[in-house]
């Protein structure tokens, strides 16, 4: 057993934040002593160690905990994605650094941002977030979808799809407009009436899979134009804020 403290020093994280931590139910001590002492074995250290790992992919703290408590969360499995993703953000970091150098060398500003583009990364981080951090919406999808002929379900498609057209029509103007976020609470609706419960998290979470740029993306852009996934996107995040 460790103290709390011990614990600090040997991770670097604060002994403020671990309390935090405490506080929110992301990691809890092992065992509390009589005298109020936090004391954290063995697992609860591991733990630590995944929450630190995701903290560096920039995974907010209440999508950490809901992965780590998901009941099929897999801790090898997590780990051999954490470092997917680690590997995708430092090729990335190393392309920055690289984009960086050549304009030191050159003095020449390129207006050139690919080596900024986190669409990979991001598509394994939503990715990740729909494996671990969707359990009880997937089991609520499958309930609310059973039965369904092919038919159905491709009718409610088709209305899901309405929508991003309705998105298209107003994408020249600002996310946060009235129209724009009017769209997203139908949507959120939606989406809730007939798949599963969508929650801001939840919510937040598709408007990232919607730029990631695979077929997801296509459809969006096929029903309304292209920039509509980007619009929706952006119109979601203020939404969730």
């Known amino acids: 057993m460790k103290t709390v403290k011990e614990v600090s020093k040997m991770t670097g994280v604060s002994v403020r934040t671990l309390h935090h931590y405490d506080a929110i139910g992301l990691l809890k001590p092992s065992r509390v002593t009589e005298a109020g002492y936090r004391l954290y074995d063995d697992t609860a250290v591991m733990r630590l160690k995944s929450i630190l790992l995701f903290r560096e992919l920039q995974f907010p703290l209440k999508e950490i905990q809901r992965i780590l408590d998901a009941p ?3 801790p090898v499995d997590a780990l051999e994605a954490q470092i997917q993703m680690l590997e995708l953000r430092c090729r990335q970091l190393e392309g920055i650094i690289a984009h960086a150098r050549q304009i030191q060398k050159t003095g020449v500003m390129e207006m050139d ?3 900024f583009d986190q669409s990979e990364l991001n598509r394994y981080c939503a990715e990740a977030k729909r494996r671990w951090g969707a359990i009880d919406a997937y089991k609520e999808f499958e309930q609310k979808t059973a039965g369904q002929t092919q038919g159905q379900m491709k009718q409610t498609g088709d209305a899901l799809m309405e929508i991003f057209t309705r998105f298209g029509t107003i994408r020249h ?3 946060d407009c009235a129209e724009a976020q009017a769209l997203v609470a139908e949507l959120q609706s939606f989406i809730t009436d007939h798949y599963y419960t969508c929650t801001r998290q939840i919510l937040r979470g598709l408007g990232q899979m919607y730029i990631a ?6 459809n969006i852009e096929k029903a ?15 939404y969730c804020k």
């Open 72 to 74: 099929d969360f897999d």
């Open 113 to 115: 941002f690919s080596a």
């Open 173 to 175: 103007s600002a996310p």
């Open 213 to 218: 740029g695979d077929t997801m993306t296509e």
């Open 224 to 238: 309304g134009g292209e920039g509509t996934a980007r619009f929706a996107h952006e119109a979601i995040e203020i």
